[in-house]
């Protein structure tokens, strides 16, 4: 539900505080000429940082020729005040008073600079003020300890602030809130909880105010701890915080319930708040959003506009642009890329990085990339927001390029950065680029962030390495669902239907509840496995024990289960009965099944199908080629290769490539390009010969064209995964396993040759295709045929 407006005209939002540039000398004469004495020049310097004209106010106190502690104190209290941008001209200043002996810092001082270093996370700075203070005997003063408290939180450094906090003889609201905002900011929920229980225990005279729910109410929508929300959301009603700080609270509260996924009070606190600015309506835009629902969240942006302009902000903006990203609605994006133009907060980085977003997620990375280079400031989300377009959009290696800019400028990844850039090297299969990133996050202190465990547990399944991602799974601190799915996805896509079981049932022992995603894992699982009998029981427990109701995905699966165990009939009984229609998907794990197994008539029935729907994607298009070709009927196969191409479907290249020290070969069938091709190619000449000793024979099904046979040979041998297998083969040592990916599903005659190779060169080789990984060895397959 959307929230009813209210009929009071809503309130502009206050106006950002500028900065202005320095002032010319002829300026500073006629506006800041100095009286004769200091008296005038603090009370006009006083005058000027009211106005917030800091450049004025600095002039005039290097006129003052002795400034006294007060001086020092009103400059050193406007910097800090203003944030990073300014606080490192407080702590300047404040080693400027050091210098200057005459006038020591008072228990005024030090909370202004700690405040400054507060602002800088500046640790160091901050722990020599702190002996500073103590050489002063003001260490254990209320306002000092707690910016000290403050400093040392933020910072994480947890011990100091506490020894801090228990040194103090006497406490007020403001100590506490900084002890719980601390906790909180960290996402420390139970100390949070901890020290606001202990706040109300200890002094019946102190009660939570604005400040100490402000700070909680974040924490508890992260955790969604929605009945602790109720209680916060009751105490500030009974303590009627909403008259005096109703946007504040309101606005906390609001973000609150739509983050523990309740609109209806979402809506109902939003109605209730007589003021609301444009951090409001971005809560509430945002939290439509986070609920998906994309279309109310965008219909709100467009009633806050109603209001006036004067709720326009980057925030606001940014939520909106959420909603635009995840509808794909580009022109309604696109329109509010003009609409920032002409408010003048296109410049603004928040909104930069939100369209910046925006036209990445939509797969308009060329849009994206030149609003990346027009954009005069950057920080870590622009970056990150580019290098996950690039990656989503199947750009591996310029995501790395982005990476080594970003790095380049100085600019620090975060864990978004990163979560970003591993699936690049997933996607490419590249394991030395992985071991790198995996090497940052480790050296960066995030390694046990669980969002990058999970991107790491991917990358190394994806890399051939399975047994890395259990390492990390299992010292992981903490898993969460997406954890498990991934982890038994990956064993799933490595033939490890077993190994996936024993880890569903590990993750009931231990309370897990499974989702639908879980199931989709499981069942492909058991499909790459051949555990037919164990995917069915899965599937039906999934409904019976669990209450999933079974998703299109989870159709696809079981007819892809039954149909490639060669239970073709069973697999088109099971569409038949399906409670949805089947689309185009399901039909093709079928039809892939036929191909395999070689049922003709079956086939023809479902590309019949297939053809009613029309087919979606090159890859049916190739399978009903296949199947015509393999019967011998070469003028259909040709009649579906024209009508693919009537179509506009193209049909991607098989590529295949390898990494070799860090270095990635690519590979396409038929290539010469690459600078050992010779060699290449009289290796393969020469594994031809060999293998054809053990018996091996060319299954010329797999070419579609209707030619001889001898060139069919040919075409078979020189596709790509063979180039880059032969290519490993005359590169690595005879120790390594080759591991070598394509994008496209390995062929049958390919397969075959591998298995022959491992016995005629004494390799290890392992293929990852569109589909799974093979592990050969020994003249056998992990996945025993069954791909």
Known sequence: ????????????????????????????????????????????????????????????????????????????????????????????????????????????????????????????????????????????????????????????????????????????????NAMLAGYALHGMYHNALAYLLRMQ????????????????????????????????????????????????????????????????????????????????????????????????????????????????????????????????????????????????????????????????????????????????????????????????????????????????????????????????????????????????????????????????????????????????????????????????AGYGIHGLGKEATALFLDMKNRACEPDAVTFICLISACSHSGLVTEGKRWFHMMEQRYGITPRMEHYIGMVDLLARGGFLDEAYQFIQSMPLKADVRVWGALLGACRVHKNIDLGKQVARMIQKLGPEGTGNFVLLSNIFSAAGRFDEAAEVRVLQKEKGFKKSPGCSWIEINGSLHAFIGGDRSHPQSPQIYEELDSILVDIQKLGYQADTSFVLQDVEDEEKEKALLYHSEKLAIAFGILTLSEDKTIFVTKNLRVCGDCHTVIKYMTLVRKRAIIVRDANRFHHFKNGQCSCGDFW
Request: charged share 20%; net charge positive.
């Open 1 to 176: 539900m959307r929230p009813r407006l209210p009929a009071t005209k809503l309130k502009p939002a206050a106006a950002p505080i500028h900065r202005p540039p320095p002032p010319t000398t002829s300026r500073l004469l006629s506006t800041a000429a100095a009286p004769s004495d200091e008296c005038g020049l603090q009370q006009q310097l006083d005058a000027h940082i009211a106005r917030g004209n800091l450049s004025l106010a600095r002039h005039l106190f290097d006129q003052i020729p002795d400034p006294d502690v007060r001086a020092y104190n009103a400059l050193i209290r406007a910097y800090s005040w203003r944030g990073p941008g300014l606080a490192a001209y407080a702590l300047n200043l404040y080693r400027a008073m050091l210098q200057d002996r005459r006038v020591p810092p008072d228990k005024y001082t030090f909370p202004f600079v700690l405040k400054a270093c507060s602002a800088l996370l500046d640790l160091r700075s901050g722990r020599a003020i702190h002996r500073h203070a103590a050489r002063a005997g003001l260490q254990t003063d209320l306002f000092v300890s707690t910016a000290l408290i403050d400093l040392y939180m933020k910072c994480a450094f947890f011990r100091h602030a506490t020894n801090v906090f228990d040194q103090m003889p006497a406490r007020d609201a403001v100590a506490w």
């Open 201 to 488: 225990d200890q002094d019946a005279r102190l009660r939570p105010n604005a400040s100490t729910l402000v700070s909680l109410l974040p924490l508890l929508a992260q955790h969604r701890a929605l009945s602790q929300g109720i209680s916060v959301h009751a105490y500030s009603v009974r303590a009627c915080l909403h008259d005096k700080d109703g946007v504040l609270v309101g606005t906390a509260l609001l973000d609150m319930y739509a983050k523990c996924g309740h609109l209806h009070y979402t809506c109902r606190v939003f109605e209730a708040m007589a003021d609301k600015n444009d951090v409001t309506w971005s809560a509430l835009i945002g939290g439509f959003v986070l609920c998906n629902r994309m279309l109310e969240a965008f219909g709100l942006f467009k009633d806050m506009l109603a209001q006036g302009l004067c709720f326009l902000s980057p925030t606001s903006v940014a939520s909106a642009l959420r909603a635009c990203a995840n509808l794909a609605d580009l022109r309604i994006g696109k329109q509010l890329h003009v609409l920032l133009a002409k408010s003048g907060l296109n410049s603004d980085l928040t909104a930069g990085n939100s369209l910046l977003s925006m036209y990445a997620k939509a797969g308009l990375i060329d849009e994206a990339t030149a609003l990346f280079d027009e954009m005069v400031v950057k920080d870590t989300v622009s970056y990150s927001a580019l290098i996950s377009g690039y990656v989503q959009n199947g750009m591996a290696d310029e995501a790395f390029l982005v990476f080594r800019t970003m790095q380049a400028c100085n600019v620090e990844p975060d864990v978004a950065t990163m979560v970003s850039l591993i699936p690049a090297c997933s996607h490419l299969a590249a394991l030395q680029h992985g071991k790198c990133s995996h090497a940052s996050v480790v050296v960066r202190g995030i390694a046990s962030e669980t969002s990058i465990c999970n991107a790491l547990i991917d990358m190394y399944a994806k890399c051939g390495r399975i047994d890395l991602s259990r390492q990390i799974f299992d010292v992981m601190p903490a898993q969460d669902i997406v954890s498990w799915n991934t982890m038994i």
